[in-house]
């Protein structure tokens, strides 16, 4: 069974750094496009940040030259470096196979950004 487990979240000061690490037990992970996403409360969950096995990457215009998207095929293992940060970056953060697959989401990590 695929479990995928996000850590690395917060609480830190706007114009702060975060890094997010999402461990995936699936055994295709390396030919796997990959997504971060995120929820605020009374919000509906949105795409941050995706990259394909290949490397592509892509982000939302919202974390444009903030946030990098990274993998570790060999952890098997998806990253976002989240710099910059800001208030409204305060979300709970979920890692995600891209197009997102419905019964892979896991608690996901909060971020809290404080202005």
């Known amino acids: 069974q695929v479990q995928l487990v996000e850590s690395g979240g917060g609480l830190v000061q706007a114009g702060g750094s975060l890094k997010l690490s999402c461990v995936v037990s699936?055994?295709?992970?390396?030919?796997?496009?990959m997504g971060w996403y995120r929820q605020a409360p009374g919000k509906q969950r949105e795409l941050v940040a995706r990259?394909?096995?290949?490397?592509?990457?892509n982000y939302a215009d919202s974390v444009k030259g903030r946030f990098t998207i990274s993998r570790d095929n060999a952890k098997k293992t998806v990253y976002l470096q989240m710099n910059s940060l800001k208030p409204e970056d305060t979300s709970v953060y979920y890692c995600n196979y891209y197009p997102s697959i419905a019964g892979y989401w896991g608690q996901g990590t909060q971020v809290t950004v404080s202005s």
């Open positions: 699936g055994r295709m992970f390396s030919i796997a496009s």
């Open positions: 990259i394909g096995p290949g490397e592509y990457t």
